[in-house]
């Protein structure tokens, strides 16, 4: 999902955006000889996502920056676990800190939230996926971060799926009439969702023959009744009032997926931290 140039493009921003015209820090108190030692750990139990990313920071203020990884994205860690060394010219290491931290912090955090979601699952088959409710111009690494911490992704953009929602509804006339509009001109690679608030919507989107239908904001017993209705003729999402302690109930009834914004936008950042020797 992150190609080296998209990340290198990325990096290279966050960089301008925090050096600016230079870190007036660190170029009085350091050499270009000057080495320093560091190691990145965690100070507390999460799931480490950012590697590439991290790595990419000090590459592109130095090639003479080594960092050497004991994780990889995706991994369990816990408290105390050293995730890197990192070794190199002290200027670049200080220079880079706090954006290589912002990207891994942020990604880990994302990562572990994700998996508590997923892990409170259980035993039913539902994957949980992220939404469009993410942070301007990080969404790539956002959604990355949900990968890792073993959930699926939802639509990437609004070109990647026509999903259709009540406003969609009110302009179109009908649900149907949306549907039927979408049909005549969607690219047959393209699916088409609908959300629901109600059975008697679920029943019309069914006759539409859509793709997904979403099962917005109701009740558990609700959202079995209109399971068996749709009995495996279109994929069936979950959303809304996705916390923690709903999400194995909603699961229960049945539903293919669970989408919540709360895995991103909700997530907190992973304690991690450069620590110099």
Avoid: W
């Avoid at 690679?189 to 006759?207: F, S």
């Amino acid at each position: 999902m992150l190609n080296n140039f998209f990340i290198e493009d990325h990096v290279k921003n966050a960089l301008l955006e925090d050096i600016g015209f230079g870190d007036i820090t660190t170029d009085y108190l350091t050499n270009e000889e000057d080495l320093m030692s560091c190691e990145l750990n965690t100070r507390v139990d999460g799931v480490f996502c950012g590697k590439a990313v991290f790595e990419s920071v000090f590459r592109i203020l130095s090639p003479n920056v080594d960092v050497k990884f004991y994780f990889d994205d995706g991994d369990i860690i816990k408290k105390g676990d050293k995730i890197a060394d990192i070794n190199g010219p002290a200027r670049y290491i200080l220079m880079g800190e706090r954006t290589a931290l912002n990207y891994v912090q942020r990604m880990s955090g994302i990562a572990t939230e994700t998996k508590k979601y997923q892990d409170a699952i259980g035993e039913y088959k539902a994957k949980i996926v992220d939404t469009r409710k993410t942070t301007p111009g990080f969404r790539a690494f956002e959604k990355y971060s949900v990968k890792m911490g073993g959930g699926a992704l939802h639509r990437f953009n609004l070109s990647d799926c026509a999903m259709i929602k009540d406003n969609h509804i009110k302009f179109a006339g009908s649900l149907t009439n949306a549907v039927n509009q979408l049909k005549e001109n969607l690219s047959h690679a393209h699916k088409i969702e609908v959300e629901c608030d109600t059975m008697e919507q679920v029943k019309e989107a069914l006759a539409c023959g859509v793709d997904i239908i979403m099962l917005d904001n109701m009740s558990v017993e609700l959202m079995k009744e209109c399971v068996k209705l749709i009995d495996n003729k279109a994929i069936v999402e979950a959303s809304g009032n996705v916390n923690l302690q709903t999400v194995h109930d909603i699961a229960s009834t049945g539903v293919d997926i669970i989408s919540s914004s709360a895995i991103v936008a909700k997530a907190p950042t992973l304690d991690l931290g450069l620590d110099c020797k």
